[in-house]
């Protein structure tokens, strides 16, 4: 036998920079630009506890655009290298505020991400072949692939022409059924290639503190489909964790 092995990884969300924030960050810099220290100071010496941390980053990193709070947030890059050096290395983009700087600004945050030495980005795609690129990473041995979906968009779409790619079933080019299908196939796809498939999902009601009849739905269809972590976002208050036996 060769015994047994474990990971810890952490998870964390909805990371949303509203202005208070970042003016707090900019009157702490001393060379003029953001210091998110202080804003998070208390998680970081539990989060070097972990093998690896999850983050659903809720605003995006346009650097064409200043930063912007309420209702089309855009943060500072100083943001994104903070949770980085945080021990932050998995990245989910895929929630409602994901198009605040429409399809330009996600693909700014794409290419911010991906110029990030050992981070891992989910949810926002470049385009197909991105989005059907399984993207993991391995600890102690176990390898951990991760997929991101989200149920609403604040009725902002991608352009037509545009290749980049978000799951949601409020996507321009996908239908409740082909949200549901492009779920299964992805998460087929990636347990082909992993130990562990780890979901983060973007749920539309906020405020709620008991799961809505659409995230049971979503939920019980990702656990059929194989997934075995499902990472819950959006209600922006803390909802129960349950265990599922998956017959």
């Not at 609403?152 to 239908?175: C, Q």
Request: overall charge negative; charged content about 15%.
């Amino acid at each position: 036998s060769l015994g047994s092995v474990s990971a810890r990884f952490m998870c964390a969300g909805d990371n949303l920079i509203h202005n208070v924030i970042y003016q707090q960050a900019a009157s702490r810099s001393a060379t003029g630009g953001y210091d998110f220290t202080f804003a998070y100071e208390k998680i970081a010496p539990v989060l070097k506890l972990s093998d690896f941390a999850i983050l659903n980053q809720e605003t995006v990193i346009s650097k064409s655009n200043e930063p912007s709070s309420y209702p089309l947030f855009n943060s500072p890059a100083e943001l994104g290298e903070h949770m980085v050096k945080l021990g932050f290395n998995v990245i989910n983009h895929a929630n409602n505020h994901v198009l605040d700087q429409g399809a330009a600004g996600a693909c700014e945050t794409v290419e911010f991400w991906k110029s990030q030495s050992g981070v891992i980005l989910t949810g926002l795609y470049s385009d197909e072949t991105d989005m059907n690129t399984v993207k993991t990473n391995t600890v102690n041995g176990i390898t951990f692939s991760h997929l991101g979906f989200t149920e609403y968009l604040n009725g902002l779409s991608l352009p037509a022409d545009s290749a980049l790619k978000i799951v949601s079933p409020v996507s321009a080019d996908f239908t409740k059924d082909t949200f549901f299908a492009t779920m299964k196939a992805m998460v087929e796809n990636a347990k082909a290639s992993s130990d562990v498939v780890c979901v983060s999902v973007h749920f539309q009601q906020e405020n709620n503190t008991t799961p809505s009849a659409s995230q049971e739905e979503i939920v019980n269809a990702l656990v059929s489909y194989g997934a075995d972590v499902i990472i819950g976002t959006g209600p922006h208050v803390l909802q129960p964790i349950k265990y599922v036996e998956r017959t």
